[in-house]
């Protein structure tokens, strides 16, 4: 597949032996930008695959620029910068960005650093996709423990017994387990405020 690339780039001259190496590694580069300015507008125009990012030392705009592109129209972006800075490459890296490249950009290797940025980019929505999954989990295990709780103290239960009584309902009724839990946990709300 061949990426679509929009390159950002204040240099001239070196955007421009940039974007003969990425011709020649079979990219298509859609867009030359001298500043990150109405970078989304130029994104969905371009309808650009990748973002590559020369700058010298990333500005806070810059950095907004790139939050406001993971968030608005999600693409891998990767930024070479000429300084390292631990603070600007955390902004960056929790702005989107998915390759920060410390002390410029060489040509030569441009099409490699996008390929794993491509990588890690596709990566992504998987580990979110895990971690939502999780959280749904550990929320649903927290309602369920509540609800026990409310059982063995209204229900003078012990845990065990409390467990199965809630399981015993989600069986017969025919609903999962947490649903029964949150309404055990709604009626007790409900009770407490009568």
Do not use: W
Not at 25 to 31: A, H, K
Not at 32 to 46: E, G, K, T, W
Not at 76 to 101: C, L
């Amino acid at each position: 597949m061949t990426l679509r690339v929009l390159l950002i780039d204040e240099n001239e001259d070196r955007a421009d032996a940039v974007r003969i190496s990425l011709l020649e590694s079979g990219c298509d580069v859609v867009g030359v930008m001298p500043h990150h300015a109405d970078l989304i507008r130029h994104v969905r125009a371009a309808a650009a695959d990748v973002i590559v990012c020369d700058v010298d030392d990333p500005s806070r705009d810059t950095i907004e620029s790139m939050r406001a592109l993971n968030r608005d129209e999600p693409r891998p972006v990767v930024m070479f910068v000429d300084r390292s800075d631990p603070t600007r490459i955390a902004d960056a890296m929790e702005a989107g960005v998915a390759a920060y490249v410390i002390e410029g950009l060489a040509p030569g290797r441009v099409r490699a650093v996008i390929d794993v940025a491509v990588a890690r980019f596709r990566g992504h929505p998987e580990l979110k996709s895990e971690l939502a999954r999780a959280k749904s989990a550990l929320n649903e295990r927290k309602l369920i423990e509540r609800a026990k709780g409310i059982l063995m103290d209204t229900r003078n239960m012990s845990e065990d017994e409390a467990y199965r009584t809630m399981r015993r309902l989600a069986m017969d009724q025919g609903k999962r387990l947490v649903d029964v839990a949150s309404t055990v946990v709604s009626l007790a709300q409900i009770l407490r405020e009568s």
